[in-house]
C-alpha cells in the first residue's frame, strides 16, 4: 500500500522544486483510457483570457495566456466569436460589444481549447439605490449560505424592496463533487471551498444562470457580491485521480472525484495518497488544475499548517491539507487577479475574499494592484471587499503589532498607499472583524472603524466543533441551539447599536446576515438535493443524508424552523436595518412594496457600468 511522498517540505524551505515541472501534463490525451470529453486537449494545451479595461472603462483589451506543452514548437491561433487571429489579444468597445464572447485557441498540431466566455463590466445593469447607499459603500448585505443562483433570482426582489444592499453567494467557481461519501458525508458544504478551476460553473448554477441572476438582481437594485477562493484549489487526494491508504493494517482505496461542472468535469490532480503514474510522462502526479492553467510550481511544497503564529506557516502551510497556491510567484498573482476580474466582469460589486490571513500581507497587495490594473487604473466606484482574517489567538500579530512582520491592519493600509492606491480605494478594502461582537477593538486596534466589516452569525461557526471566533454572550449560532428571540437581538443589535461603535453612522458600513440552513441530523450537506443519498454511488453504506429543500419562499417570514432560515425575512431586523440606513419604515416582514421611491432611485453610472 505505498504511496508517492514526493516534494515534502524542508526546513524554511516553501518552493516546489523546478524539477517536478517535468511531472506536468498529467491528464490522459485523446483515446487514451480515463479521457473524458470534458477533459479537451489539456493534456498538451492550457490557456486563460485577462481583461483589461482602459481607464473610464469605454473599452478592454482580452488578452489569451495560453501554454503549449511543446512551446515554441506549435503555433497558436485564436478565435474571438467568429473572427479568427494570430494575436492573442483584442480591443472591445462598450459601444459595440455586449457580450459574451467565446474565445478558442487552435494549435498547429491540431490541439483545441475552449475558453470561459469573456463578459464585460459595461454590460451589467445599473443598480438604482439611493443615496443613503453612499455609491455602494454603505449598506446590508445577506449571505444566502446554499443558495442557488435561479432562488437567489427570484429572491432579489423582496431582497430590493427590504433595503438591502446586496446578496452575496458562495463560491461561484468550479469546484469539487463525488458520488463517493467523504466520511460519511455526500458533498459536504465545505467542498465548494475546493476549487477545481475559476470557471464560473458552481455547484449553485452555470454561469448564464449566474450572469442572468446578477443582471435580473441589479435591476430590481441589489448589489451582488461572490466568495472569492483564491489561497487554494481542492484538498489533496481530493481529485480525479486514484489513491490509496494504509489504515490499521488495511489498504483502504478510493476513486477519482468529479466536479460541479456540468457534463462532466476538468482535470485535476494532487500528489496526496498517489501511486499511479501517467502514460505520457512515467512520472506521479502532482499538483495541476489545467483548467486553471496551474502546474506543480505554482504551489508551495507540501508543508502542515502546525503554527498559528508562525508567518511561515501561515502563508504556506498546507491548511487542513488544502494544495496552498504559491502567491509569492508573479505568474499565480497574474492568474488570481485575471479571476477577480472575470468576477467584476460578469456584474459582481466585490467579494469576500477567503482565508485571508493564509495569503502574505505583501502577496495581496500585489495581486490586487494587478486587479486595479485591469480595471482601468483604479479600483470600481461601487466596489467593496472584506477579507476573512480570523484573528484567534493571534490579533497582536495579525492587526494591532504593525511590525510583526505579517499585519493586516496599520501595516497592509501603508503597503496598498506605497503601492499608489488612493484614499478611497483603501476605504473600499475591509477586514471582516471577527473580534466582534466580544472583542470588536481587536479588529480595529490599528485602522479605521470604516474599514471593519461586522457580523454576529457566520456560516463557518455553524461546522460542529468550529472555534474560529468566540462571541461569549454577545452574540450566537441560530442552527446551534440559539433562541429565536435571541438570535433576532443580536441581529437587530448589529445595525441599532452595534458593540464597538461610536458613530452608527459612519463605523462598520458594511454589516452582513447570514441566511441560512439547518443539518439533517449528522449530515454536513446542502439541501439543494447534491447531498441526498440518494445520488450516491460507490460506498454508500453509513451515508448521512440531507434531502431536498426549496431555498426561495414566497410566504417565509423569517425564521422558518426546518430547511432554510430566511432570517433575512423578518419584520424586526429589516426595520432595525432600514432604521440605520436612514431609509423610510415600512410595515411587516420581507416583501412589503410600501417602500418609498426615494430608497431606490437610479444612481448615476461611470462607463465602467458596475455601480
Given at each position: ?12 524551505v516553501?518552493?516546489t ?14 483515446g ?14 492550457v490557456g ?5 479595461y ?23 491561433r ?10 492573442a ?6 459601444a ?23 463578459d ?17 459603500q ?6 444566502m ?10 429572491e ?19 469546484q469539487?463533487?463525488s ?87 476538468s ?43 508562525d508567518p511561515?506557516d ?6 487542513t ?11 499565480v498573482?497574474?492568474?488570481i ?8 466582469s ?45 484573528l ?17 491592519g ?7 498607499a506605497?503601492?499608489g ?53 454577545t452574540g ?37 446576515i ?11 450537506g446542502?439541501?439543494?438535493?447534491r447531498?441526498?443519498?440518494?445520488e ?19 410566504g ?14 423578518d ?22 412594496s410600501n ?13 465602467l457600468?458596475?455601480?
Amino acid at each position: 500500500c505505498d504511496t508517492f511522498r514526493n516534494n515534502q517540505c524542508n526546513g524554511d524551505v516553501i518552493v516546489t522544486s523546478d524539477l517536478f515541472e517535468a511531472n506536468r501534463w498529467f491528464t490522459p490525451a485523446q483515446g487514451a483510457p480515463g479521457y473524458l470529453p470534458s477533459f479537451q486537449d489539456y493534456s498538451r494545451l492550457v490557456g486563460y483570457t485577462v481583461v483589461k479595461y482602459a481607464a473610464g472603462g469605454a473599452s478592454a483589451v482580452v488578452e489569451v495566456r495560453a501554454t503549449h506543452r511543446r512551446g515554441s514548437a506549435v503555433t497558436l491561433r485564436y478565435r474571438f466569436g467568429n473572427q479568427e487571429q494570430p494575436s492573442a489579444t483584442k480591443k472591445f468597445a462598450a459601444a459595440s460589444a455586449e457580450g459574451p464572447v467565446q474565445v478558442t485557441v487552435l494549435a498547429s498540431d491540431g490541439a483545441r481549447l475552449e475558453l470561459e466566455p469573456v463578459d464585460f463590466a459595461w454590460a451589467s445593469p445599473e443598480v438604482p439605490q439611493g443615496a443613503e447607499y453612499r455609491g455602494g459603500q454603505k449598506g446590508a448585505i445577506v449571505e444566502m449560505f446554499g443558495w442557488p443562483h435561479r432562488d437567489i433570482q427570484a429572491e432579489c426582489p423582496a431582497l430590493a424592496a427590504a433595503g438591502y444592499m446586496g446578496v452575496k453567494v458562495f463560491p461561484p467557481q468550479e469546484q469539487v463533487m463525488s458520488s463517493q461519501p467523504f466520511n460519511n458525508q455526500l458533498n459536504p458544504w465545505y467542498f465548494m471551498y475546493q476549487p477545481v478551476s475559476y470557471r464560473l460553473q458552481g455547484r449553485m448554477g452555470t454561469r448564464d444562470e449566474l450572469r442572468d441572476m446578477i443582471r435580473a438582481c441589479r435591476t430590481v437594485g441589489v448589489r451582488v457580491y461572490a466568495d472569492a477562493v483564491v489561497n487554494h484549489m481542492t484538498g489533496s487526494g481530493n481529485d480525479a485521480n486514484v489513491h490509496r491508504n494504509a489504515q490499521g493494517g488495511s489498504c483502504t482505496k478510493w476513486g477519482n472525484k468529479t466536479s460541479s461542472l456540468p457534463g462532466g468535469h476538468s482535470p485535476m490532480y494532487t500528489q496526496g495518497f498517489t501511486y499511479t503514474c501517467s502514460n505520457s510522462t512515467g512520472r506521479p502526479a502532482m499538483q495541476e488544475f489545467p483548467a486553471a492553467a496551474y502546474g506543480p510550481t505554482d504551489f508551495h511544497c507540501e508543508r502542515a499548517l502546525n503554527s498559528w503564529t508562525d508567518p511561515l506557516d501561515l502563508n504556506a502551510g498546507w491548511l487542513t491539507g488544502l494544495t496552498d497556491l504559491n502567491t509569492e510567484k508573479d505568474s499565480v498573482r497574474e492568474r488570481i487577479a485575471a479571476y477577480l476580474t472575470d468576477l467584476l466582469s460578469v456584474g459582481f460589486s466585490g467579494f469576500r475574499v477567503d482565508a485571508a490571513k493564509h495569503i502574505k500581507p505583501d502577496d495581496l497587495v500585489a495581486i490586487f494592484s494587478k486587479l486595479r490594473r485591469n480595471m482601468g487604473g483604479e479600483l470600481p466606484e461601487d466596489f467593496v471587499t472584506w477579507w476573512e482574517v480570523l484573528l484567534g489567538g493571534e490579533a497582536d500579530l495579525l492587526m494591532c503589532n504593525v511590525e510583526s512582520g505579517y499585519n493586516y491592519g496599520g501595516y497592509l493600509e501603508g503597503a496598498f498607499a506605497a503601492a499608489g492606491f488612493s484614499g478611497a480605494d483603501v476605504d473600499k478594502i475591509k477586514i471582516w472583524n471577527s473580534g466582534y461582537p466580544k472583542e470588536p477593538d481587536k479588529g480595529t486596534c490599528t485602522i479605521s472603524k470604516a474599514r471593519s466589516a461586522i457580523q454576529n452569525d457566520d456560516a463557518d461557526q455553524q461546522n460542529p466543533g468550529s472555534s474560529s471566533r468566540d462571541m461569549g454572550d454577545t452574540g450566537c449560532v441560530l442552527i446551534k441551539g440559539c433562541p429565536e428571540a435571541e438570535h433576532r437581538g443580536f441581529e437587530v443589535k448589529l445595525f441599532e447599536s452595534p458593540n464597538g461603535a461610536s458613530d452608527n453612522d459612519h463605523d462598520f458600513p458594511i454589516r452582513l446576515i447570514l441566511s441560512s440552513f439547518y443539518w439533517q441530523g449528522d449530515s454536513a450537506g446542502i439541501p439543494d438535493g447534491r447531498s441526498d443519498c440518494a445520488e450516491c454511488v460507490i460506498g454508500c453504506d453509513g451515508c448521512r443524508t440531507t434531502a431536498l429543500s426549496q431555498a426561495f419562499d414566497e410566504g417565509s417570514t423569517g425564521y422558518d424552523k426546518s430547511g432554510y432560515t430566511r432570517v433575512h425575512r423578518d419584520a424586526a431586523i429589516i426595520a432595525a436595518m432600514r432604521g440605520w440606513m436612514g431609509l423610510s419604515s415600512q410595515n411587516g416582514a420581507i416583501g412589503a412594496s410600501n417602500v418609498t421611491e426615494s430608497s431606490r432611485v437610479s444612481t448615476s453610472r461611470k462607463a465602467l457600468g458596475v455601480h
